[in-house]
């Protein structure tokens, strides 16, 4: 992982440098961090997505079952390259604890998320996979707040 962090530490850099913008080390390496979560959340987004479009369609599950579901099994990609790759876990604290602490407001975002989809869809109207890129949004700005809080 240390090449690959060297080589998006090195593009993001690059990226700065492109656009003008002067950011002080402690910066820098917050810009770093969020281009990694924007990876992983990408790449969980593609999981969780699928997930969703095969639990709905394939399975007839109600979109609420389906997201659930989707959401569970991309929180497990999300977990594991969050702690290995994107944020420096504070090594002092119990991994248990770090772990409880991720679930909680993993479970706080699914909730968020599931309310987010049940609004969209029952309420408003919005086609589920519509409704599920906006809930990706606003439960990813969440995460990261919340990662970067209790997991640093």
């Given at each position: 992982?240390?090449d690959?962090?060297?080589?998006?530490?090195?593009?993001?850099?690059?990226?700065?440098?492109?656009?003008?913008?002067?950011?002080?080390?402690?910066?820098?390496?917050?810009?770093?961090?969020?281009?990694?979560?924007?990876?992983?959340?990408g790449?969980?987004?593609?999981?969780?997505?699928?997930?969703?479009?095969?639990?709905?369609?394939?399975?007839?599950?109600?979109?609420?079952?389906?997201?659930?579901?989707?959401?569970?099994?991309?929180?497990?990609?999300?977990?594991?390259?969050?702690?290995?790759?994107?944020?420096?876990?504070?090594?002092?604290?119990?991994?248990?604890?770090?772990?409880?602490?991720?679930?909680?407001?993993?479970?706080?975002?699914?909730?968020?998320?599931?309310?987010?989809?049940?609004?969209?869809?029952?309420?408003l109207?919005?086609?589920?996979?519509?409704?599920?890129?906006?809930?990706?949004?606003?439960?990813?700005?969440?995460?990261?707040?919340?990662?970067?809080?209790?997991?640093?």
């Open positions: 992982m240390k690959s962090n060297d080589k998006i530490a090195e593009f993001v850099k690059i990226c700065l440098k492109v656009l003008h913008i002067k950011v002080s080390k402690k910066n820098e390496k917050l810009f770093i961090q969020i281009f990694k979560f924007g990876i992983v959340g790449t969980a987004f593609i999981i969780d997505f699928l997930f969703l479009y095969l639990f709905k369609e394939i399975f007839h599950l109600s979109v609420i079952i389906a997201n659930t579901l989707s959401f569970v099994i991309s929180l497990i990609y999300n977990y594991i390259a969050s702690v290995k790759w994107v944020f420096e876990v504070n090594k002092n604290k119990d991994k248990r604890k770090n772990m409880i602490t991720f679930i909680v407001f993993s479970i706080i975002g699914l909730l968020l998320n599931d309310m987010i989809m049940w609004i969209s869809t029952n309420k109207s919005i086609y589920y996979l519509i409704a599920k890129i906006i809930a990706t949004i606003i439960v990813m700005i969440f995460n990261f707040i919340t990662r970067k809080i209790f997991l640093e």
